[in-house]
Nanobody, 121 residues
């Protein structure tokens, strides 16, 4: 059983900052990548940022220069530092991990329960 537990969402004014965290726990053999997706009302879920086990990062164009993803491999934890937040960043943010739960098993995607981020004055 693998669990992704997120924290750090909330309400912030435009221009403010939030830091999201996500910890993966349970039966984990190896993690290929971790990342954050978001879904706004009426829109499809989209990639915000991801980081591989080797440290390579990828960001949506809309957040480049404002958001930073980082991770602690030993703790199976990933963070998303969000600065200069805009109303259009309002969404439910989901943690994602591509991992192998046990030796010999296929790599799979796992998701957190989501955390609401609201940017409003």
């Amino acid at each position: 059983q693998v669990q992704l537990v997120e924290s750090g969402g909330g309400l912030v004014q435009p221009g403010g900052s939030l830091r999201l965290s996500c910890a993966a726990s349970g039966s984990i053999f190896s993690i290929n990548a971790m990342g954050w997706y978001r879904q706004a009302p009426g829109k499809e879920r989209e990639l915000v940022a991801s980081i591989t086990s080797g440290g390579s990062t990828d960001y949506a164009d809309s957040v480049k220069g404002r958001f930073t993803i980082s991770r602690d491999i030993a703790k199976n934890t990933v963070w998303l530092q969000m600065n200069s937040l805009r109303p259009e960043d309002t969404a439910v943010y989901y943690c994602n991990s591509r991992l192998v739960a046990r030796l010999g098993m296929a790599i799979r995607n796992y998701w957190g329960q989501g955390t609401q981020v609201t940017v409003s004055s």
